[in-house]
Every structure is written in C-alpha cells, then in structure tokens.
C-alpha cells in the first residue's frame, strides 16, 4: 500500500514538474515576443516570433492556467502580468477606435485586393467593386488579369487608370471613378508602387492614392528578409515623397506590405501624419493571409494608411481565387484641410 501511494506520489511530481517546465517555456516565449515586437526586426528568426504575436494572450493564458494547476503562485503571478501586457498591447491596436475629425469631407471607398498572380476571379471581382468601391488598388496584376477585368466590365465603372501589369507576382496598379493624374516618383528597391492623384468633386486639393506591395520576407525558396527590409525602407521614403507633394491634401496608401502590425518596421511607417485605418476605427482581429487554406486567416499583413484624412471604417472580403482576403475600406477626405 505504501508502495502504492510512492509510486502515485513520484507520478504526481512528475507531471507537476512537466506542467512547470511547459509554464515556463511559455511565458519565456510570451515575455521574448513582447520585447521582439518592440525593437526592429534583424532576422527572420524575431520576424517569425513577431508574427505570433497576436496569439501570444492566448498562450500567456495557458501558461496562467498551468501556473494555478501547478500551485505556482509565482509563476502564476508572472503569468498574470504578462497576460494583461499582452492584451493591452494587441486590445489596443486592433479594438480601440482613434478617430480623427476632418471636418467637412466626402467618403471616398477603398477596395485593396492581392490578386494571387492574376488568379482572382474577375467577375466576383469586378461585381464587389462596382457595389463597394469608387477606387480600386491592386497588386500581383497580371496582363491577363488586366484583360479579364476589362471583358468583366470594370473599366465601365471605372474608367480611369494606372496600370503596370506584369507576369507573376511584379505587377500593380489602380483603377478610379474619378479622372486620375498619374504620379511619377522616384521608385525604390523591392517595391511596387502606382499612384495617381484624384480630382474628387468639390475636394481643394487633389488626394494622392497610391497602390503598393512590399516583396515578402519568405519568398520563393529564398531567405528574402533584406529585400524585404530594403523595400519597407523604400516604402518608408515613398510616404516621405507623398507627403512632401500634396501636403496639405490628403494621402491613402493601400496594398500589401506583406508585414503585421506586430513588426516594428511596419508600425514606423505610421509617422509622419500616416495612420492605419484598423488602428483609427477599431475594426477588430481581422486576419488577411492565407485565405485559401482549409484553416482561416492567420495574419494581417494587407493594410490601408492614411494621411490628411480619416478612415471610418475598414473590414475583409473574401476573394475567389486569390490567397489574400480583399479589404473595403471608407477614408473621410476633407473638403478643405486648410479650414479649421
């Protein structure tokens, strides 16, 4: 019997010291993701760590429960904390609203969409543009994308454009109800860009809408992370250049940076006047990438930022074809910024 109640004992132990090992590898991964999203990304190791980021409550969750299963008061007190840091780091980001009052102002409607080298299905679409859009940015454009939306009956709708199709993922471009004026900045290293200024009814100066995409970190069979950097690093200058030409007006940047929220690099473009429209209206966790998987969503990394001007609302679309999920987004453009 006693014998018995030994083994059970040892037994016990043993899965608490497992339950305490697993506690505090948790909470070390918890506490190294908070402090990799805080500094610039130098390798693609913190970048990997940085994208988890927005499960990391998640996880620092789990490592509470064990904690209090384990009876590890301090750990379960470690545990806590880390919890609330995390929360309050992604709560705030992606469900506290930071509205910006613009004044007068016209809604203009975004429609971003990664085509998936020209493989989204044109007439779903040209139909979501035409219901929801008056301006549509592209990336991954294709020649024959370009055809196929033409057949579909987008330039009917939209009969203005900026269009730089190429084979494979390298083309983008943008299309708008409004006359557009295209604009030629000097281009940047693993960038892609088109950007065209809107003459918008009743607007004093023109808004500049610019179609982006980053090249990923993890493309192809190849370790990208540099190109990747030297195109946030073009990016961040090409908003710079943006600025710089309308200010005062108003300036929407919409496409795939192929970066979350989570990496620093991305939220230091937010400066300058820039800001995400997630950021300004709340609009939750809505992940953009892989849509085409039999799971959901995992990361955000298609985005919409705005400068002299106010995103009201944003939210994901899911498109046939492409293995990004489209975003509609409504940016509140001043009638006359110069106007208190």
Excluded at 139 to 167: C, N, Q, W
Excluded at 169 to 186: D, H, I, K, M, N
Excluded at 268 to 282: E, I, K, M
Aim: hydrophobic share 45%.
């Amino acid at each position: 019997m006693q014998a018995h109640r030994a083994q059970l004992s040892r037994r016990i132990n043993v899965r608490r010291s497992l339950a305490t090992a697993m506690t505090v590898a948790v909470l070390a991964y918890s506490v190294i993701a908070v402090v990799v999203r805080a500094r610039p990304l130098s390798n693609l190791l913190g970048l990997v760590v940085a994208v988890g980021s927005p499960y990391v409550p998640l996880a620092a969750l789990v490592a509470l429960a064990l904690a209090i299963r384990c009876r590890r008061v301090l750990l379960a007190v470690v545990a806590a904390s880390v919890v609330i840091a995390t929360l309050a780091v992604q709560f705030s980001w992606y469900y506290l609203s930071n509205p910006v009052d613009v004044g007068q102002h016209i809604d203009i409607r975004v429609l971003s969409s990664n085509l998936r080298k020209g493989q989204a299905d044109a007439s779903v679409f040209v139909a979501l543009a035409k219901q929801g859009a008056d301006v549509v940015t592209v990336s991954e454009l294709t020649p024959a994308a370009v055809r196929a939306f033409a057949h579909a009956g987008m330039d009917d709708t939209f009969p203005y454009s900026v269009l730089i199709p190429e084979k494979g993922a390298a083309g983008f471009g943008l299309w708008s109800r409004f006359p557009v004026t295209e604009v030629r900045l000097p281009k940047h290293r693993n960038t892609g860009i088109a950007a065209a200024r809107l003459d918008v009814p009743g607007v004093r100066f023109d808004p500049l809408i610019a179609s982006i995409h980053i090249m990923s970190p993890v493309a192809s069979d190849q370790n990208s992370f540099a190109a990747w950097q030297f195109g946030i690093d073009g990016t961040k200058q090409e908003l710079t250049d943006f600025a710089s030409d309308t200010d005062p007006g108003a300036v929407i940047v919409a496409g795939d940076f192929n970066s979350t929220p989570d990496m620093r690099q991305f939220r230091d473009l937010a400066t300058n006047g820039y800001r995400d429209a997630v950021d300004q209206t709340g609009a939750g966790f809505t992940p953009t990438f892989p849509s085409n998987e039999w799971f959901p969503p995992l990361i955000t990394i298609d985005h919409v930022l705005t400068r002299n001007a106010a995103a009201a609302s944003i939210k994901t679309v899911e498109m046939p074809g492409s293995d990004h999920r489209s975003l509609l987004a409504t940016v509140r453009i001043p009638l006359d910024p110069t106007t208190p």
